[in-house]
């Protein structure tokens, strides 16, 4: 069975600060990884994603996560964060291979300040 | 152009009633899905189809009924509506590997009164 564990519900940084969100992950096979994005009232829109390739992921909006087996995370990062960032995040694991469920976690809303 | 696309986008219906939300993917995916996301923003898969056969179905209870005419729609069918209903339900699709990820439609947020 596969889950994901997003540390903290609620991050809020300054504007121009880091940004960091928490996501680990739990898969019996080798997995697939991704960082999603959902704005108010809105879809889901994917942010970047992790397929046996790079282990460092770049995504849009200039995001990227980083994919460290020995540590199974999949941690997002940008270096300085915007207000248009602020939003509901949610990382995602399926099992490699196969179009098997995407099990999400239970999401982190990032804030960002003036 | 978009690529998953839903109806309604809204959805409000008294309890008892039935209804159905559609979904149609125009981006040559093979398997696609309905998720349900509850008011804490939880995503939770509920029925997966690949090729028109029905390959996940979670613990869901028997009044939602999904239906794929074809690879490119899955449509959700919900008899006798209750207010635990109320959500937003998301249709996604894939290819068979998921190796280029999961698009998501925008939503269809159900409110049962």
């Known amino acids: 069975a596969q889950s994901v564990t997003q540390l903290g519900s609620h991050v809020s940084v300054s504007e121009g600060a880091l940004v960091l969100l928490r996501c680990n992950y739990s898969s019996s096979v080798p997995p697939y990884l991704f960082w999603y994005v959902q704005y108010p009232n809105q879809g889901l829109q994917l942010l970047l994603k992790y397929t046996s390739a790079a282990t460092l992921v770049k995504g849009i909006n200039g995001f990227e996560a980083e994919f460290k087996k020995s540590e199974t995370s999949f941690h997002l990062t940008k270096p300085s964060a915007h207000m248009s960032d602020a939003a509901e995040y949610f990382c995602?694991?399926?099992?490699?291979?196969?179009?098997?469920?995407?099990?999400f976690g239970t999401g982190t809303r990032l804030q960002v300040t003036l | 152009d978009t690529a998953v696309s839903q109806t309604p986008k809204y959805l409000v219906t008294q309890m008892g009633n039935d209804k159905s939300i559609k979904c149609e993917q125009n981006l040559g995916h093979d398997t696609m899905y309905w998720y349900k996301q509850d008011s804490k923003k939880f995503l939770k898969i509920m029925f997966s189809y690949n090729n028109k056969e029905l390959i996940i179905n979670e613990t869901v209870p028997n009044r939602f009924s999904p239906k794929s005419p074809d690879k490119a729609h899955l449509n959700l069918h919900i008899n006798s509506l209750e207010l635990g209903d109320s959500a937003v339900y998301f249709c996604a699709s894939s290819h068979m590997d998921a190796s280029t990820g999961y698009t998501f439609g925008s939503g269809t947020r159900l409110t049962v009164v």
């Open positions: 995602a694991v399926s099992e490699s291979g196969t179009a098997s469920k995407l099990t």
